[in-house]
């Protein structure tokens, strides 16, 4: 199992707006066998765990490394991961969750087992919140050089843009005062 892309995962399940049951259902695009088990209960807990689980993004995204590992092992305390070797497409792997677990204890599990393995593994500060100025989207740094400070390309030009139009002010009103 490739605990990175769970990382991924977690920051956009931090992202998405779950307001009921067809909202996660979306969310579980590419995992169609989870999408008829999910319920009201699981659209609740997951809503909760992004209040818990942003404040760790923001702590990294602020190099605050202490404040991130207190919350993400307050967290795996609170949301007890069960690991089982699972043997389903033919190679042995490791799952977070039993089968009789629900929807949210999955994604729960995930995330939570994503971001402790990304943290020892890359380091505390690889988490971050979105630089453009409004959005709030959160994301995963994997850059070699840990250089990502967008959630998305399209934050990134759009920040880009506001940085050009705001150089080409600037320059308007040195010209305008030269005059
Ligand atoms: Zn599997
Ligand atoms: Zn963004």
Redesign the pocket.
């Given at each position: 199992m490739d605990f990175i892309r769970y990382a991924e995962a977690s920051a956009s399940l931090v992202n998405t707006a779950l307001a009921d049951r067809d909202d996660l259902a979306t969310h579980l695009a590419g995992r169609a066998w989870l999408q008829p088990q999910c319920t009201d209960r699981d659209v609740a807990s997951l809503r909760r765990f992004q209040r818990e689980l942003r404040p760790v993004f923001e702590a990294s995204g602020v190099h605050d490394a202490g404040v991130v590992i207190t919350a993400l092992n307050a967290l795996m305390e609170k949301y007890p991961i069960t690991p089982m070797i699972s043997d389903h497409d033919d190679n042995l792997h490791m799952h977070v969750a039993t089968r009789s677990a629900s929807v949210s204890e999955l994604l729960i599990g995930e995330a939570l087992l994503g971001l402790a393995t990304l943290v020892c593994d890359l380091g505390p500060t690889r988490l971050g919140v979105?630089a453009?100025a409004k959005?709030e989207?959160v994301y995963v740094d994997t850059s070699p050089n840990q250089s990502r400070r967008?959630?998305?390309d399209r934050?990134s030009s759009r920040a880009n843009v506001a940085a050009y139009r705001a150089r080409q002010r600037g320059t308007d009103s040195q010209a305008q005062s030269a005059v």
């Open positions: 979105c453009e959005c989207n967008y959630c998305s934050c």
